[in-house]
């Protein structure tokens, strides 16, 4: 049986995992492709702390040139992380003509096209299965298995951190800093939390899927990115009440224009293509859509497509092994391309779509969960009311949930298509009046009808 | 650009679907994959009854053999169903070389080897996304993205006419017959439903997946098939009150061995390869498994994978759309495949474990709803737990459930780990008890642990 030898780079949490998983299921694998993957190298910062890797004499470098150099390395897996390092191992590699396959979302965030098109000019290719949604394969459900639909909408959980935190505030009605502060002392969120609590992460993962999706490159500076902080237990609880979960989403639709009665400004230029909404932001689900029961550090990703209408994938987002399950199946297509002389076969990205374009979030039609603390007097519906009749924007229903009781009260006003721009100039409007107290609190509505 | 042409054998539901994506989503796909694909020839029964596939003069005939035979035709479509003629289509387009796309899961499953056999034999492929799970394609999951990892347990909602039963016998409180005779009428089951409604479709299905997940073929007969006509509303119900959904599942294990004292009979040849559950029935599943929220006609396929952990594949089950956007993804890789010239990288079936087995229900350990129907006195507990006590078996909780009364009463057993022939035998015993009336109602539980 042929052999194919592989060169690693990164020995940590992922880079541990795709080596024991390869030395626990590599005779499986073998027998299943007919191809036998062998690790040839694998760079790592500190040999000395790999002991437990148990890999033979000379395998291990701390040179990831050696790597990606050795004549005998076929395939490079870069799991070490990071913009600036890596995207110098995976050109390195592609220049050589090696097919790369990668974890790093982040990289293929800051530097898809130029990784892109070097794999193109080198005759080689990129695998990146294991970059967005650890274990679940969204990459290859995108481009292959669903090649025959146009997307329609996507929304997916892709950052696992995120839900793990918003699942524990429903199930225990704790508050956010609670739970982070526990999740961080358990190792599940980082101590600089940022990238993930704050949506970064999930944009990264956001834009490469509209992407594929949508088959022009997303420009990670044009997605409208909300992170989960100023969710609070009690607005959970109010939109359990009603009926939903929150999640923090990142979403890819087909724009819908904002109802307005003026004509379009003649000095903007025309732009006939498809007009493409993509953002990270949390949003109320009802909870008879799947991914409402989506809990815990699981990811999952919904696709409406025009010919096979609306399907999930779910699994675990992130963690050595689920990633690592990615990467042996990048591993694998990137062997039998070697084996077939097929890298051509499914190009790392296709452009097939110049003129599409992310819509500013400004015009994004969304509906809203609105909560405002008010006083407690007569006369407060009708003031926020007449203001957002004023603005054109409909309110499907104003809820005062029992219970509350004191100077100000909690009142919930859900609100039917208004377009961003608007719904945020009213809201600062609604935020001057002196009858609201405390910063009004803001959610989008994604029905999934 | 290179076209490739198609011929189609079947012009109903999924054939009118395939032509009607293609002629929607053809230029896309071509941008997307660098081929196009066109239909160059389709046999139907009655050319004057398609007239609304608006199909160019001299396409459409009536004589599967001149798709097959036609020389400018590339890739055959076999969509006519069924597994006598259906064979004789495949097996002669892949004796001509020519790959073959299949909807057909009875074909698949009455024939798989011989077909698997022939395809190898000519240098061609057979692919067969769309047999299994509609628009869901959970083959290319299982031959590729999971491709590292051992499958250790596999459970699926494989039919959405059951799905579609169970769900609204669920969430209207009605009775079987009730929803069957609608669903009939409204053309959502067959007029003859054994198929769909006794198991056997889910068994063909179950069936391919085990065979693809296990490597070797599972023999159709091995199959232990049981289907929802027992399940009534009161079931369904006190499910619900202990936390559970009845869905019909295929589900696939590595068998755990019945806890037993006796030694293994030496008579016995020695089987050391791993022994694989294959099996249909319905089963109560905890509230919390996202399986429970699928509902309707959608299907679901959960994969248990020894890397990847918990995934979980979602989708519509039938229908000429979903089915077609599957018909679509196994096109696009059998039009890459002869372009590329890798017809062989994915071959349709790899054998991969020659020592596994099936093991017969009798031997496989289940859990258990049982539901009877007894005398309402004294001692009625306390008889069917002696009589569940000498055989071993044990009883986690006994429920009565309230609101009941009458000459006789429901009563709910719920049990632990008893082997199946164990149980069988346990249930005859019962059902001859003078304190029970009516026939004993058991279902299987799947705790998903």
Known sequence: METVNLGLIGGGTVGGGVIRALRRNGALMASRLGVNLAIRRVAVRTPRKHQDLDLPEGVLTTDWRQVVEDPQVQIVVELAGGTT???????????????VVTANKALLSAHGPELFRTAAQHGANLYYEASVAGGIPIIKVLRESLVGNRVVSLAGIVNGTCNYILTRMKLEGIEFNEVLAEAQRLGYAEAEPSLDVDGHDAAHKTGILASLAHGFWVDPKSIHTEGIRQISRLDIQFATRLGYTIKLLGVIKTFEAAPSGKKKPARKKAVDGPRIQVAVYPALIPN????????????????RGDIVGDTLFYGRGAGADATASSVLSDLADAALDLKHRSVERVPCFVAH????????MEEVVSRYYLRLEVIDQPGVFARISALLARAKIGISSIIQPEGHAGETVPVILMIHDASNAAMQKALKQIARLNVVRAEPVLIRVEPFE
Chains 1, 2 share one sequence.
């Open 288 to 303: 008879t859509h799947v991914l409402a029961s989506v809990n815990h550090a699981f990811n999952a990703i919904s696709v």
């Open 85 to 99: 390092a890596a995207r110098d191992m995976v050109l390195a590699a592609l220049r050589l003509g090696k097919p």
């Open 353 to 360: 779509s110049s003129d599409s374009r992310v819509v500013p």
